[in-house]
C-alpha cells in the first residue's frame, strides 16, 4: 500500500462517485484556518513542502484499490476506476514561513475533481499540524527576547515523525538546535544535548558523575545540577570545571523548582568561583509563557530548552483548519452552513504594510502596495521551483516577523490583524449566495411530488 491509503474512506467513496458520473472536471479547493487559537496573534505557513512531497509521488495502486474494497466490503472489480490514478493538478500556496492570518488561504489546490478530493485528508493533516507548532515556536522566540532557544520535544511528541517536524519547524523559526540527533542530521541543524538525572544517579556521587562525563567529551560541557540539592549541584559543577579548564562554552541546566530564584543564585556561585562565562540552561515544562516570565523578571538564564508543551503545541494542540470546494468546472460555489460560510472562488492575498491584508480573486489586481502571497508551487503534479533550504525559510519568517505589529506579537492577549475582503470577492459571494437562494427557493417542496 502507498501514502495513498492515508486518506479518510469518504475521500474514497466521493472520489468513486465523481468517476461513475463523469464529473472530472477541474475543482479548485481552498485550506485556510477559520480562526486564530486563543493567545494567537498570526500564524507560521508550515507542512506544504511535505505535501508536495505526497502530491508528487501521489499513486492510487493495485494494493491500494484492495483495501479500498475491503474497507467498503466490496469487490474491488467496483473501484477498478480508482486504479493508476496520479495527481496532475496545480498547487499555489504561501511558502512556508510566511506568517499568515485566519481566513488566509495557506494552500489552494486546483486538479480533476476526483483527485483534488483524494488529497484533502493528507494536505489538511500535514499543513494544520505544522502550522500549529511553527507558530507556536515562534512564540518561543519572541518570548525569549533575543536569548537561544532549543528543542528538547522528542520524546513526548506524538510519534518520531511529529518530533521530527517539530525540531524542523523550530530551525525554521530561529530556535540555536535540537536534542534530535535525526532532525539535526537531515536538516543541517546544531545538535544539543546534556545528560539526564539516571546519568548521575548512576554514580557514587554527582562530582564523580561530572569528573567522569568530563573525561569522556573534550568539548564544552553541560552539567544537569539540580538532581539532589541544586546549590551544592551547581557548586560541584563550578569546581569540576574549574578543575578541567572547562569554563568558556560550557553550561549547567536547571530543570526543576524555582528555575528564576535558582538562576539567580547559580549565578552568583558561578561568578564567585570566577566562571562569568558559564550559561545557564533552564528546562523543565517550559513554553513560550514561562519563558516570557523568566525575562520579564530577568532571571540570568541564557538558553531555554522547549520540550512537551511546545512539541505537541500543548495550548493550542489544533488549528480551525478547513479544505473546501471554491469553483467546480468554472463555476464558483460556496457553503452557507451557520458559522461556516466559505466564499467563492479561486484566491489570493494580497500582503500590505502592517499587515493590512486583503483577501480578493486569483485574477484581480493587487490593491496599492499589496504584494501576493500565493506563488505557484505545483503545475501537472510537478513542483515548479526547487524545494527551498531551511534556512531561505528561516529567512522568510525573520522578515515577516519584522513588521508584524507588536499587538500581534505579545505572549499574552495579542491583538490578530484581520484581513479585509477585497470588493471583487465580496461583489463574487453576493452573486453567488444569490444564485444558490434563487435554485433552493424553485426547487420542487415534498407536496410537488
Known amino acids: 500500500m502507498s501514502e495513498a491509503m492515508t486518506t479518510d474512506l469518504y475521500e474514497v467513496t466521493m472520489a468513486m462517485s465523481y468517476l461513475r458520473e463523469a464529473m472530472s472536471g477541474p475543482a479548485t479547493f481552498s485550506l485556510f484556518v477559520r480562526d486564530l487559537p486563543p493567545d494567537r496573534g498570526f500564524l507560521v505557513a508550515a507542512g506544504l513542502e511535505s505535501s508536495l512531497d505526497f502530491l508528487s509521488g501521489f499513486r492510487v495502486g493495485p494494493k491500494d484499490v484492495d483495501a479500498f474494497a475491503s474497507a467498503l466490503h466490496r469487490p474491488a472489480g467496483d473501484l477498478e476506476a480508482l486504479l493508476g490514478m496520479e495527481f496532475a493538478g496545480e498547487v499555489r500556496a504561501v511558502p512556508e514561513g510566511r506568517i499568515v492570518l485566519a481566513g488566509e488561504p495557506l494552500v489552494e489546490v486546483t486538479a480533476p475533481l476526483p483527485q483534488a478530493q483524494m488529497v484533502e485528508t493528507y494536505i489538511l493533516n500535514q499543513v494544520s499540524h505544522q502550522t500549529a507548532i511553527a507558530s507556536k515556536a515562534a512564540r518561543c522566540v519572541l518570548a525569549a527576547a533575543g536569548r537561544s532557544v532549543v528543542d528538547f520535544s522528542l520524546r513526548r511528541t506524538h510519534g518520531p515523525y511529529a518530533g521530527f517536524q517539530a525540531a524542523r519547524l523550530g530551525a525554521m523559526v530561529g530556535f540555536a ?149 471554491v469553483e467546480y468546472d468554472g463555476r464558483p460555489v460556496m457553503k452557507l452552513s451557520s458559522a461556516k460560510v466559505t466564499a467563492p472562488g479561486p484566491k489570493q492575498v494580497f500582503r500590505r504594510p502592517a499587515f493590512d491584508d486583503v483577501i480578493g480573486l486569483r485574477g484581480e489586481p493587487p490593491p496599492e502596495k499589496g504584494i501576493p502571497l500565493l506563488e505557484t508551487v505545483m503545475r501537472n503534479g510537478q513542483r515548479t521551483r526547487r524545494r527551498p533550504t531551511l534556512a531561505e525559510s528561516a529567512t522568510r519568517f525573520a522578515g515577516d516577523l519584522a513588521g508584524l505589529p507588536a499587538a500581534a506579537r505579545r505572549i499574552r492577549a495579542p491583538q490578530a490583524p484581520r484581513a479585509a475582503t477585497s470588493a471583487q470577492l465580496g461583489a463574487l459571494t453576493e452573486r453567488v449566495r444569490r444564485r444558490i437562494g434563487a435554485q433552493s427557493a424553485s426547487a420542487p417542496g415534498p407536496e410537488s411530488s
Request: aromatic share 6%.
Open 177 to 325: 538546535g535540537t536534542s534530535n540527533v535525526a532532525a539535526a542530521t537531515a536538516e543541517g541543524m546544531p545538535a544539543v544535548g546534556t545528560m539526564a538525572h539516571s546519568y548521575v544517579e548512576a554514580f557514587e556521587t554527582e562530582e564523580a558523575a561530572f569528573r567522569a562525563f568530563g573525561r569522556c567529551h573534550p568539548g564544552p560541557l553541560t552539567f544537569l545540577v539540580d538532581t539532589y540539592d541544586t546549590e551544592a549541584g551547581v557548586r560541584t559543577a563550578a569546581r569540576v570545571l574549574h578543575d578541567l579548564d572547562r569554563g568558556p562554552g560550557s553550561a549547567i541546566r536547571l530543570d526543576s523548582g524555582d528555575l528564576g530564584a535558582l538562576a539567580v543564585r547559580a549565578r552568583a556561585i558561578l561568578d564567585a568561583a570566577g566562571l562569568p562565562d558559564v550559561r545557564i540552561v533552564a528546562s523543565g515544562g517550559l513554553d513560550e509563557f514561562g519563558v516570557d516570565a523568566l525575562v520579564r523578571a530577568d532571571a540570568p538564564i541564557d538558553i531555554y530548552a522547549v520540550g512537551t508543551r511546545v512539541g505537541v503545541s500543548a495550548d493550542a494542540p489544533f488549528l480551525d483548519s478547513a479544505y473546501k470546494m
